[in-house]
């Protein structure tokens, strides 16, 4: 019962800054792009409602840390889709169908697991723009391997079944077999993967904010509000600390997440 109580205290935490996050903004009067030269960075306090201060250029920190939340999580979110759906289809098939297209599928796992692919979503950020939406690719893009490979692995066993051998003889397609015996006995573990796989994306996001190839003013994310925070660390520390310490507690939270559903299903599997 060890991982139930995990899941329900990481879980009610995550719930409880993704409802901050949206209704923070919502309770503060402070807006996220409005400056106050007036007010550079203030440290935290009640007067005016600043309570995590206000940052370089007197914009208030609690709202822009809320809304910097919602673009971490989101991008996360999103990149872990785009990996799920690739990596369970690409996996699924290739295990399923074996021989020579499995080698050959899985050659090109291997080839592309060879590329430096931070380097390639840098090169890719810069020759296209930093567009918001092609953050969302080209983290999808990285985190997509690893989930083929586990599903390859798990469809090699699932496809001995009978019931897998049953439809086969009966003529059912490979599409048919795949998506309707084959996906439905890797939720499990893709449920899992993919909540390890979010902090992997947030750490991406992350990165690439605080190289500046991320997410562009005025909008902002942790990773953004960590850079930010790093050129003000030795006049306002506290602008580093807030997002930072928010930052590594998500990151935490979803890869103890992670461990709670891994014992949940391995003590439903022993059952």
């Keep these: 019962m060890n991982g139930n109580r995990t899941i329900k205290v990481t879980g009610t935490f995550l719930l409880a800054i993704a409802v901050m996050a949206l209704v923070g903004p919502w309770i503060s009067p402070n807006d996220y792009v409005a400056t106050n030269l007036d007010q ?6 009640a ?5 995590f201060g206000t940052d370089g250029l007197g914009r208030d920190l609690f709202v822009r840390t809320m809304h910097g939340i919602r673009v971490t999580m989101l991008v996360a979110v999103v990149a872990s ?3 799920l759906v690739i990596g369970v289809a690409y ?3 290739a295990g399923f169908v074996g021989g020579r297209v499995d080698a050959v599928m899985m050659r090109l796992v291997d080839t592309l697991y060879a590329l430096p692919f931070i380097f390639f979503v840098i090169l890719l950020m810069v020759a296209f723009e930093r567009n918001f939406l092609l953050i969302f690719v080209a983290i999808g893009a990285i985190n997509w391997l690893d989930m083929a490979r586990i599903v390859r692995g798990q469809t090699l066993s699932l496809r ?5 051998e049953a439809a086969r003889l009966t003529g059912v397609s490979t599409a048919r077999i795949v998506f ?4 439905p006995n890797l939720l499990g573990i893709v449920i899992v993967y993919v909540t390890l796989t979010i902090p992997q994306a947030i750490l991406v996001e992350s990165f690439l904010s605080f190289l500046g190839l991320g997410v562009q003013e005025p909008q902002t994310s942790l990773g953004a509000l960590v850079d930010a925070g790093v050129n003000q660390m030795e006049r306002a520390a506290f602008a580093l600390l807030i997002p ?3 930052l590594a507690m998500i990151l935490m939270c979803f890869n103890f997440l992670g461990d709670g559903l891994r014992d949940y299903f391995d003590a439903r599997h022993s059952q």
């Design 244 to 246: 930072a310490s928010l």
């Design 47 to 51: 007067e005016g409602m600043h309570w």
């Design 160 to 164: 001995e079944r009978e019931v897998v």
């Design 91 to 93: 996996g699924a098939i």
């Design 180 to 183: 309707r015996h084959i996906a």
């Design 81 to 83: 889709l785009v990996s």
């Design 40 to 45: 550079i960075l203030k440290p935290p306090s």
